[in-house]
């Protein structure tokens, strides 16, 4: 009787080897949970800096064309940066040009904010969902008209013979949509290597 006892304990009390183990697939499970939460509260505060960067440069092109639209008598257009002595901008089409630079910005905004998944209201204000996940592929279709209205600017101004200064402002957008896709990028590989984590943790707990 007693020996039955004895062996109906051992049976009922748990191995402390197997009970560490639980506790390490625990604390590995939180870790990770962790520091996914962080991945996304830093791709969200980055992905908001750079949709801020946009909007601020969209804001000099904004301003050359209101310029243009208003000015009763302006025969040569100022290029709208903090230098010293104001520099003409001598391109033939300056309306067409400045429309095509924020048709390029707002295009590549938008081709980034729906690669991350984030909507206008959570740009702005609204906290998205921490396990929203990105997406990784780039509309191609939004990315390609933002390139495509974006080098327009800047070969106007080589085609005819601008000022390097000049040929660099009617490129910025370009470097803006290149911003972008590098951030987002960068931000997908990191997602990567964090899933890449949990996959071996699942790799090792089966073997």
Do not use: H
């Not at 051992?10 to 991945?39: A, C, V």
């Not at 990315?143 to 013979?161: E, K, N, R, T």
């Amino acid at each position: 009787m007693e020996g039955l006892q004895r062996r109906f304990q051992s049976k009922n009390t748990p191995n402390p080897e197997d009970e560490s183990e639980f506790l390490d697939e625990e604390e590995q499970e939180r870790l990770l949970n962790e520091l996914r939460e962080q991945n996304e509260r830093s791709n969200l505060a980055i992905q908001r800096g750079i949709i801020l960067i946009g909007v601020l440069v969209s804001t000099i092109y904004a301003i050359f064309f209101y310029d243009l639209a208003t000015a009763k008598v302006l025969s040569v257009p100022r290029i709208p940066v903090p230098l010293a002595q104001p520099i003409p901008s001598m391109i033939p089409v300056p309306e067409f040009a400045a429309m095509m630079s924020l048709v390029s910005i707002y295009t590549s905004i938008y081709t980034f904010a729906t690669a991350c998944r984030l909507s206008a209201l959570e740009i702005v204000w609204k906290q998205p969902s921490l396990s929203r996940g990105m997406t990784g592929q780039v509309n191609v279709l939004t990315a390609s008209l933002a390139g495509f209205s974006g080098v327009i600017s800047p070969c106007i101004a080589l085609w005819d013979m601008g000022s390097t200064i000049e040929i660099i402002f009617w490129s910025i957008p370009l470097f803006v949509l290149i911003l972008m896709l590098l951030s987002l990028r960068m931000m997908v590989q990191v997602e990567g290597k964090i899933d890449d984590l949990d996959k071996a943790r699942y790799k090792y707990k089966g073997a």
